[in-house]
């Protein structure tokens, strides 16, 4: 792989990297592009700190950190916006003001609550928290319009008691072909995000099941993304990921560069 398509700055809540350093961790992966993606995440307040940024202040630095690398790296600037069923308003705003790359859109609060705290899967079995959540998932991606590719699909599985155990495509398949068929109804894409690996699922995100079956539906549209908030994580297994390719039926993978997909080889 040689773009890294989802990562995280000090402008995210929960990253202190710098975004040079960032960038100095793709170079020597090998890659040729990065595209930093901090979270916008509206009315998620977290000890009373909201997970938004300053979008002038973003671009002003991230446009240095273009000038400063463009003879050694395409460095892209996106967002990684929080989808919530009221917000569709705000982010077709939102996104219109900014000449991003790359606009992924995921599910980090289901119902206001985020399943990284383990309130959220308290007196419910694994499996209905997640029921819960793509549900909640499918609402969103029909409320929400302005975003390119759905992040990290199974994000609650990493958290569940169990994780995997009670998760399987099969066990939810009628609402994730749902959820599928509708991304693809209106061109948006997936994204295959590293991160379930290093939280210690048997998968990244989504698992190879729903990849498969996101490709025997029509879809074409697949991102990369480490999820990397330290440079330590840039393309993080990305040595796994051509197998796991090819194993979904791709024989490409996608960036993005000004919201247009860019179809790419592996």
Known sequence: MLSDCHMHTKFSLDSEADPEAMVESAIAEGLQSVCITDHEDRDYISEGNQWTFDADQYFAYMGRVQERYRDRISVRIGVEIGLQPHLGEYYKNYVGQKPFDFVIGSVHLIKGRDPYYKEFFEGRKDREAYEETFVETYENIRSIEDFDVLGHLDYVTRYGRNQAEEYSYAGFADII???????????????????????????????IDILRRYRELGGEILTI?????????????F???????EMSGFRYYTEFVGRKPVFLKY
């Open 177 to 207: 072909d749902q959820i599928l068929r509708y991304l693809i109804e209106r061109g948006k894409g997936i994204e295959l995000n590293t991160a379930g690996l290093k939280y210690g699922l048997p998968y990244a995100h989504p698992h």
């Open 225 to 237: 993304g480490s999820d990397a908030h330290k440079p330590e994580h840039v393309a993080y297994d």
């Open 239 to 245: 040595y796994k990921v051509p197998e796991i390719l």
